[in-house]
Protein backbone atom coordinates (compact mmCIF):
# COMPACT_ATOMS: atom_id res chain seq x y z
CA UNK A 1 0.00 0.00 0.00
CA UNK A 2 1.24 3.53 -0.52
CA UNK A 3 1.86 6.13 1.72
CA UNK A 4 0.40 9.82 1.45
CA UNK A 5 3.05 11.86 0.45
CA UNK A 6 1.70 14.48 3.37
CA UNK A 7 3.68 11.86 5.91
CA UNK A 8 6.61 11.95 4.45
CA UNK A 9 10.21 13.74 5.51
CA UNK A 10 10.11 17.37 5.85
CA UNK A 11 11.98 20.07 7.86
CA UNK A 12 10.05 21.60 10.21
CA UNK A 13 10.35 25.47 10.65
CA UNK A 14 12.80 24.35 13.67
CA UNK A 15 14.95 22.77 11.32
CA UNK A 16 14.44 19.70 12.62
CA UNK A 17 13.52 16.67 9.85
CA UNK A 18 9.91 15.33 10.68
CA UNK A 19 7.36 12.36 9.09
CA UNK A 20 4.28 10.59 9.89
CA UNK A 21 1.78 13.14 11.97
CA UNK A 22 4.08 16.20 12.72
CA UNK A 23 5.03 16.42 8.89
CA UNK A 24 1.46 16.46 8.28
CA UNK A 25 0.74 18.80 10.73
CA UNK A 26 3.67 20.69 9.22
CA UNK A 27 2.45 21.07 5.87
CA UNK A 28 -1.12 21.79 6.94
CA UNK A 29 0.27 24.76 8.93
CA UNK A 30 2.06 25.78 5.79
CA UNK A 31 -0.96 25.56 3.25
CA UNK A 32 -2.45 28.22 5.76
CA UNK A 33 -4.25 25.56 8.18
CA UNK A 34 -7.09 23.05 8.04
CA UNK A 35 -10.19 25.72 7.19
CA UNK A 36 -7.96 27.07 4.47
CA UNK A 37 -6.94 23.64 2.86
CA UNK A 38 -10.60 22.39 3.34
CA UNK A 39 -11.99 25.55 1.43
CA UNK A 40 -8.92 25.24 -1.43
CA UNK A 41 -10.17 21.22 -2.08
CA UNK A 42 -14.05 22.13 -1.84
CA UNK A 43 -13.64 24.90 -4.33
CA UNK A 44 -11.27 22.51 -6.48
CA UNK A 45 -13.74 19.98 -6.26
CA UNK A 46 -16.64 21.89 -7.34
CA UNK A 47 -15.05 23.20 -10.00
CA UNK A 48 -14.00 19.74 -11.33
CA UNK A 49 -18.09 19.02 -10.87
CA UNK A 50 -19.02 21.71 -12.79
CA UNK A 51 -16.55 20.83 -15.39
CA UNK A 52 -18.09 17.21 -16.03
CA UNK A 53 -21.78 18.99 -16.09
CA UNK A 54 -20.78 20.95 -18.53
CA UNK A 55 -19.21 17.91 -21.08
CA UNK A 56 -22.37 15.76 -19.76
CA UNK A 57 -24.51 18.37 -21.23
CA UNK A 58 -22.56 18.39 -24.20
CA UNK A 59 -22.90 14.72 -24.90
CA UNK A 60 -25.55 13.38 -27.17
CA UNK A 61 -29.07 12.12 -25.63
CA UNK A 62 -29.77 8.75 -25.39
CA UNK A 63 -32.82 7.37 -26.27
CA UNK A 64 -34.52 4.37 -25.38
CA UNK A 65 -35.55 1.86 -28.26
CA UNK A 66 -38.33 -0.76 -27.00
CA UNK A 67 -38.24 -4.23 -28.79
CA UNK A 68 -40.41 -6.91 -29.55
Same mark, same amino acid.
Given at each position: M?T ?5 AIK?D?? %? ?8 I???KRA ?7 R ?9 MF ?5 AA ?7 V? %?A
Amino acid at each position: MKTDPYYSAIKADTG %TVVTGMAAFIVRTKRAGGPTNMFREVGAIAAQEMFERMEAAAKRPKLRLVK %TA
